[in-house]
């Protein structure tokens, strides 16, 4: 390609202000080039928490948004993980105490699939049946709050730590937290594929049945 060709190609790309969802306020995450508004889509960006609410003491949150729709020069996002730096929660361990983690994939009233990993700090060291106990009891609630939540709420509880809070209030008396935190929270399927994953076990199970008869 000619040198001239390779400006040309330069000069005919667009630049698209890339926005948080609505519940983000709709916020400038940055902006991203293409020749074509098509190769915008499932482009994912970065940032913290602290970028979007302008407070550099929450840059230790991560947030992850794909673009999934494009306007003439916008790309809108939708938010598909909530997650904790490395280097913040290696701060948060201590010699001599228990750190506690679980794995909670749940389904919210909309119909999102949701993957929430919680991880609780304890003051000192727990045995196995006091960090069993509050491994349950994180489980346990963020089942039952995902019972009465739309994806947007969930993810709100996540991110702004009401969530958290409501752990470390509960499983503190189980054995003495230093900390709760929700490491990483992940969408990881939308209504319709979780309609279409249902769809297909009842068709397998169908076939399970006549196979018997």
Do not use: C
């Amino acid at each position: 390609m000619s040198e001239r060709s390779v400006s040309r190609a330069k000069q005919e790309k667009r630049w698209y202000t890339v926005l948080a969802p609505e519940q983000f306020d709709r916020q400038e995450l940055g902006e991203t080039p293409a020749d074509e508004p098509e190769k915008v889509y499932d482009r994912t960006i970065e940032t913290t928490l602290g970028d979007l609410n302008n407070n550099a003491s929450e840059n230790n949150t991560k947030l992850t948004f794909k673009i999934t729709d494009v306007g003439s020069d916008s790309a809108y996002t939708e938010f598909v993980e909530h997650s904790l730096t490395r280097d913040y929660l290696r701060s948060l361990v201590r010699r001599g105490a228990s750190k506690i983690e679980a794995y909670v994939t749940v389904l919210t009233t909309d119909d999102y699939r949701v993957q929430i990993q919680p991880v609780a700090f304890t003051t000192k060291k727990a045995d196995a049946s006091q960090e069993k106990a509050i491994r349950e009891q994180m489980v346990a609630m963020i089942e039952d709050a995902a019972e009465d939540r739309t994806f947007e709420e969930i993810i709100d509880s996540v991110v702004e730590g009401h969530l958290s809070s409501a752990i470390y209030g509960e499983s503190k008396t189980i054995y003495p937290l230093r900390r709760v935190e929700i490491q990483k929270a992940t969408l990881e399927a939308h209504p319709e594929e979780v309609a279409e994953e249902e769809a297909t076990a009842v068709d397998v199970d169908d076939e399970d049945i006549a196979a018997d008869d």
